[in-house]
């Protein structure tokens, strides 16, 4: 049962309502991480789009908190809002990034609540609807944290990957929400965190939060876990998911998999922590996901420095696969599920 | 047999006398790549030990010659050079970086070759010396990359971590002079490098000798090298190593061990290329080499960039462990050898 005397807050407010009358968006601009904490505030479409564009929010989760919320909030500010101009903001804001499906998932919820209104009820419907998904997020990554927590014991030490936290949703996050909930009950835990090329997610976000969470962190390169495992001083694995294939196959960051493989040699549980939604039970395996391939200037470039020669071509997947065998258990909103899994 | 028609050149020349008297010394300064290729001169003390101090020539190799014919090169601007004076000019040298073996290794042997020679021969002697120190090197090198050439055959698809090229010797490297030995005998090869964080040599100095040389390259994040090997795209790992234990333990960049282990799930085979002196006959295994943790800054910033919160200490070893079982053939200048070594 949860304890609700130690629920963990969020380390940060990612997305929130920026005023009592739900008309504005409140959110956390992590392209200023880990220099500056600066809020936005989002009251506009061309805002709204350009927060989720420019990546001022980030991680599907938190994208689709947002996505609902700033719709809602910039209806709140038409005129005289009509059904044909809710479904113009909401085709703009689901453009914002074509591929997100969060973003699409969380748009079309709201528009469908709105279906079934009058004008006059509208926006109304669509901020009680936005703050349906926000609790549900937020239910969904306490949800993980317990049944992840019932894993993790005193003194323990969690290696992690990417940002798989509190600053990819709008709760607790989801890898790391075994390690919240089990902090907020006195667990004492230490977390090493890859940096994560080529984005630095692990360096830039997942130190951050921990660090303002009060969990001691340390940083290292992609390169520098396996020999963390093979000293023997991890404990276990906690990663997320961007989706999880019927037999289990898991794609997520690109480091993931040669992860599982040093935690498999060493003996090291590795635990997958996603929401439900993540599976896809229609995807049979991992050979089915396509991975997305990113842009070479994120290798070529380390700030401003060229690094890279001209005319070098790169291999720059955003995800890999790590197949059902390596994976110890599967931590979710319903508990620890097993595969294969069906819809 | 060597097939001297065919025998490579480095792409580029990385230490080289800077006059026909030598007098001076010729540098590649590998902090100006991969954006400009620039040479330096150095005919003083203070421009030696300068160069070697900030990384203008490494790698070592490259560094023991390097600081061979920088001694040899200083010694003769000296009005009337003594032993007592050229012991003076040695240690300066040495202590240039006061880790590095084969540093240390150069500078001991002209002292020893000097020790012979009337104070009036010193400067012909050293000289004669430093150039026996390049000719070694150059022919460890192609000693190497004969043994490794018969590992290649055309159409191989080659991954690489870290440099152990060119750049890092007087010669074509270690691990990459079987790939040179090979293209230069009209073998079809392409190279996949990693680029090797935190300081990048796979991006900034791996992908450049190669694309100089005519091998086509293309530079990845370490973390998505196994999503190559499970892709079944990769024939053969070559890397090089900083030290081999008696039992066949390699000590290289820290990187490696992941890959050794990727590798080995896909079935690929995985060359370690060193010079015969990188064997360590007294360290039992690789438990016993002890592993130099380096600076926060490398993972702290992204050029001038902060990427790291203050206050998160960071896990950053120079070098990883390769058990001897993940190692298919040890590629040396004495040919495949075997482990346990004996010296």
Redesign the interface.
Known sequence: MPDTQTLPSPPATVVAWGDPDRRSLRLLDQRAL??AEVYVTVQTLDALVHAIRTLTVRGAPAIGVAAAMGLAAVAAREPALTHARLAELAEAVAAARPTAVNLRWAVNRLLARAAAERPEQLVAALADEAQAVLDEDIAMCRAIGEAGAALLRDGMRVLTHCNAGALATAGIGTALAPVYVAHARGVALTV?A?????L?QG??LT??EL?RAGVP????????????L?RGVIDAVFVGADRIAANGDVANK??????A??AR?HGVPFYVCAPWSTVDAATRDGVAIE?EQRGRDE???????????D???????AF??TPRALVTHYVTDRGLVEPPFTS
């Open positions: 880990p220099q090493h890859d940096e994560t090329r080529p630095l360096a830039r130190s951050w660090q962190v340390t940083v290292l390169p992609d390169g520098a876990a396996a020999s963390l093979a690109v480091g993931t998999y040669p992860l493989l040093a040699a991975i290798l070529a470039l380390a700030g401003d420095r060229v690094v890279l020669p005319g070098v071509p790169v291999f720059n997947p890999d696969v």
